[in-house]
T-cell receptor
């Protein structure tokens, strides 16, 4: 079936550096993508989303890039902070109702 | 978590017993979802609802049933719990204004 996956299971970055988390998706019909952050013991929290008619969207310290040609999504976190340590999931939706999640990338921020 | 409450937060049950998890929302959203989260699998959709009494299956629906008799409540039932259903269960709503999906805090279910 259609799936969403991540290239790196664990990413370790130094505090203050920029982080880049990547995601590949396989459903070419997907038109909506979301990045979530999940801290231990909590539910996923919405970070940023992007629709397929865009290739870049910026939020506060975060940027999502979408490359539909190679079906690739990335999340960039600027000036990574210890509070950014968490598991990050990408998710995609090809319909109005369902999300498919990747397996997640753990971001570890070192001091 | 933004108007979503899951109960119970933790439960231990025996194999073969029925279990019902509850998701309650206060924001009148039409779409509600149940996901399970397991190591190595991320979040997988069990069932979802697009209105009162309107539900559909997700990718891992076997062994689960759902009911939505009113907008604010979405119930997930394990008719006869098995050890493979030990997991963390998350409820979510679709918030059109936010654009994304808001998740509850989860229910950790252990089947022994």
């Amino acid at each position: 079936g259609e799936s969403v996956g991540l290239h790196l299971p664990t990413l370790s970055v130094q505090e203050g550096d920029n982080s880049i988390i990547n995601c590949a998706y396989s459903n070419s019909a997907s038109d909506y993508f979301i990045w979530y952050k999940q801290e231990s013991g909590k539910g996923p929290q919405f970070i940023i989303d992007i629709r397929s008619n865009m290739d870049k969207r910026q939020g506060q310290r975060v940027t999502v890039l979408l490359n539909k040609t190679v079906k690739h999504l990335s999340l960039q976190i600027a000036a990574t902070q210890p509070g950014d340590s968490a598991v990050y999931f990408c998710a995609e939706s090809g319909t109005a109702s369902k999300l498919t999640f990747g397996t997640g990338t753990r971001l570890q921020v070192t001091l | 978590d933004a108007g979503i409450t899951q109960s119970p937060r933790h439960k231990v049950t025996e194999t073969g017993t029925p279990v019902t998890l509850r998701c309650h929302q206060t924001e009148n959203h039409r779409y509600m979802y149940w996901y399970r989260q397991d190591p190595g699998h991320g979040l997988r959709l069990i069932h979802y609802s697009y209105g009162v009494k309107d539900t559909d299956k997700g990718e891992v629906s076997d062994g689960y049933s759902v009911s939505r008799s009113k907008t604010e409540d979405f119930l997930l039932t394990l008719e006869s719990a098995t050890s493979s259903q030990t997991s963390v269960y998350f409820c979510a709503i679709r918030d059109r204004e936010m654009g994304g999906y808001t998740f509850g805090s989860g229910t950790r279910l252990t089947v022994v």
